[in-house]
T-cell receptor
Framework: AQKITQTQPGMFVQEKEAVTLDCTYDTSDQSYGLFWYKQPSSGEMIFLIYQGSYDEQNATEGRYSLNFQKARKSANLVISASQLGDSAMYFC???????????????FGGGTRVLVKP | NAGVTQTPKFQVLKTGQSMTLQCAQDMNHEYMSWYRQDPGMGLRLIHYSVGAGITDQGEVPNGYNVSRSTTEDFPLRLLSAAPSQTSVYFCASARSENEKLFFGSGTQLSVL
């Protein structure tokens, strides 16, 4: 089974509207972390937001928020008030295990391409 | 602020050639890792390190070697390049296992 599943290969969103990007994950670990990264056409990987499995509050970073539903194993990214510069690939990723020896290894989903229309 | 520096940015190899992709970070991060990204896909972990002298394999380690003699550097060696290794390679570092990865700008490698 895929560890990280992003079911939306691509989507359009109107400028200034909100968009939700889906991410479901599969793990048997109790301690894990979920990340979202943005990859614009220039290719760099830009960190957006992080949610730890023990965090009780949903993470927020500016216009980005993470809708974390632990029982459903989903970690959807919400981008509010979309801007043209939000057009990019978005990747959901998971780090399993919470010990230093486990390292900071991420498993990535296949990504969702977002195109913001003016 | 340099962050994570990868060299070269582009490289073309012939099948069977060897080369080393360089990665250096100036943030004193213990954790470093190498990923590859094939067209239209997410990143896959090749090798990682939790500190100087400690390395381990990721999801797709075959055909690659790493070493970590210093905290700053984490080179990736392709032993005998194959067309299947054509990809974009990213080096990343992190301060701890629970913190975000800082990525380098990537190396686009083509193997003919």
């Amino acid at each position: 089974a895929q560890k990280i599943t992003q079911t939306q290969p691509g989507m359009f969103v109107q400028e200034k509207e909100a968009v939700t990007l889906d991410c479901t994950y599969d793990t048997s670990d109790q301690s894990y972390g979920l990340f979202w990264y943005k990859q614009p056409s220039s290719g760099e990987m830009i960190f957006l937001i992080y949610q730890g499995s023990y965090d009780e509050q949903n993470a927020t970073e500016g216009r980005y928020s993470l809708n974390f539903q632990k029982a459903r194993k989903s970690a959807n990214l919400v981008i509010s008030a979309s801007q043209l510069g939000d057009s990019a690939m978005y990747f959901c990723a998971m780090r399993e295990g919470g010990t230093p020896a486990a390292g900071n290894k991420l498993t990535f989903g296949g990504g969702t391409r977002v195109l913001v229309k003016p | 602020n340099a962050g994570v520096t990868q060299t070269p940015k582009f490289q073309v190899l012939k099948t069977g050639q060897s080369m080393t992709l360089q990665c250096a970070q100036d943030m004193n991060h213990e954790y470093m890792s190498w990923y590859r990204q094939d067209p239209g896909m997410g990143l896959r972990l090749i090798h990682y390190s939790v500190g100087a002298g400690i390395t381990d394999q990721g999801e797709v380690p075959n055909g690659y070697n790493v070493s970590r003699s210093t905290t700053e550097d984490f080179p990736l060696r392709l032993l005998s390049a194959a067309p299947s290794q054509t990809s974009v390679y990213f080096c990343a570092s992190a301060r701890s296992e629970n913190e975000k990865l800082f990525f380098g700008s990537g190396t686009q490698l083509s193997v003919l």
